[in-house]
């Protein structure tokens, strides 16, 4: 399984930065006219075992602060480009380098922020056994609309039952996800809200 989806990553990774180039030029000149500087976000994710990398997307908010320097609420600095580009999940096509890179695949559970590291039960952090993904089971059954619980049992459903064939089938499903453009953010909040633990799973310890 490994090696042929490795094999796939790379081919068609490779072959969509290729083919998107003008679209990606066109996106890092927009991003650069409506909110100046770099247009890459760049951060801090976990992949598989625990390895830390830097993760890629295209910039969808203002660095506006408040008074005191701090940095607004998310949905105060996410500019109608912004909205776009990810209702459209246009933001996410840098990770198309991260899939080259082997950090990424395009398909696993979605990789998360180092901080939550200690947050998580023993069966949460199963999540990291396999490479995380541009897409993956959580994104095609609710994406943000779920529970931080409710991905996590996906994830690691996702770890458990994965094939070619999954894989296949959660990337048809990904592309119906943005013909609908469902899922995108939980109300009152422009992605997800911060995940502080789970009492609910410390069951699952053992």
């Known amino acids: 399984m490994r090696p042929v989806k490795r094999l796939f990553d790379l081919v068609f990774s490779g072959g969509a930065l290729i083919v998107l180039a003008p679209l990606l030029g066109a996106i890092v000149a927009a991003?650069?006219?409506v909110l100046g500087g770099s247009p890459l976000f760049v951060q801090s994710r976990v992949g598989k075992d625990g390895r830390i990398f830097a993760f890629y997307k295209f910039r969808t908010m203002i660095e506006a602060r408040d008074q005191d320097g701090e940095l607004l609420p998310d949905e105060q600095r996410l500019t109608a480009l912004g909205k776009f580009l990810r209702s459209t999940s246009l933001d996410e096509l840098p990770q198309l380098w991260n899939v080259l890179k082997g950090d990424m695949s395009l398909v696993g559970p979605r990789p998360l922020l180092p901080e939550y590291l200690p947050r998580y039960t023993a069966f949460q952090r199963?999540?990291?056994?396999?490479?995380?993904?541009?897409t993956g089971w959580a994104q095609v059954n609710g994406r943000n609309n779920l529970t931080w619980e409710q991905k996590f049992e996906l994830d690691v459903w996702y770890v458990d039952h994965q094939s070619f064939w999954l894989d296949a089938k959660i990337l048809y499903l990904t592309v119906l996800r943005l013909v609908r453009r469902d899922g995108i953010s939980q109300?009152?909040?422009a992605?997800?809200?911060?995940?502080?633990?789970?009492?609910?799973?410390?069951?699952?310890?053992g």
């Open 31 to 33: 991003v650069r006219i």
């Open 126 to 134: 199963r999540r990291h056994e396999v490479k995380p993904g541009i």
């Open 187 to 189: 109300p009152g909040h």
């Open 191 to 205: 992605t997800m809200p911060e995940f502080m633990g789970s009492a609910t799973q410390v069951g699952r310890d």
